[in-house]
T-cell receptor, first 112, second 115 residues
């Protein structure tokens, strides 16, 4: 049982490049979310999903796309990277009901 | 709107000292409240939770009580250890949003415990 797995752990992009941050969970959790963590700002929700085929925007969705074709995977796509997207990205998942989230170990992204 | 406010850090304590990290929230209805901990270089881990007023969450010697009258969920520990050094996040999940599970986080409080 690996929990929530994020890849890569580190990435450097040039402005304008695109890439996909991968997130996979093996716990059969319905709910999955992407957060970004910036100094002094806590974690902010980018996108979330309540099940396969269902996604919705969080508070900072601009510049990011997601899809949820399977229960296990929830990739985050950066369409055209900007320096403002330099951050640490966390994927998280949980089951239904009143439970907390399980977080991945994060992806540290730098856009130059 | 819904928000979470934590005391600013860093909080620096000596080993075996008493810890309080303040957390207050603004929300409609009856949100669920959480404390998460982030150790250096790692993701967040759920530390404890409370889902209704007057509930007390506890884990690993940490406690927090859901106080609706003061809209607070302060984190406490009677005797901290060096291994408790981490960043602590208070978070809420709005009532009526259990279908989405959105968490709203505070900005985090860094705790440093010195031997």
């Amino acid at each position: 049982n690996a929990g929530v797995t994020q890849t890569p752990k580190f990435q450097v992009l040039k402005t304008g490049q695109s890439m996909t941050l991968q997130c996979a969970q093996d716990m059969n959790h319905e709910y999955m979310s992407w957060y970004r963590q910036d100094p002094g700002m806590g974690l902010r929700l980018i996108h979330y999903s309540v099940g396969a085929g269902i996604t919705d925007q969080g508070e900072v969705p601009n510049g990011y796309n997601v899809s949820r074709s399977t229960t296990e995977d929830f990739p985050l796509r950066l369409l055209s990277a900007a320096p403002s997207q330099t951050s640490v990205y966390f994927c998280a998942s949980r089951v239904s009901g009143d439970h907390g989230y399980t977080f991945g170990s994060g992806t540290r992204l730098t856009v130059v | 709107g819904n928000s979470v406010t934590q005391m600013e850090g860093p909080v620096t304590l000596s080993e075996e000292a008493f810890l309080t990290i303040n957390c207050t929230y603004t929300a409609t209805g009856y949100p669920s409240l959480f404390w998460y901990v982030q150790y250096p270089g790692e993701g967040l881990q759920l530390l404890l939770k409370a889902t209704k007023a007057d509930d007390k969450g506890s884990n690993k010697g940490f406690e927090a009580t859901y106080r609706k009258e003061t809209t607070s969920f302060h984190l406490e520990k009677g005797s901290v250890q060096v291994s408790d050094s981490a960043v602590y996040f208070c978070a809420l999940r709005r009532s009526g949003s259990s279908n989405t599970g959105k968490l709203i986080f505070g900005q985090g409080t860094t705790l440093q415990v010195k031997p």
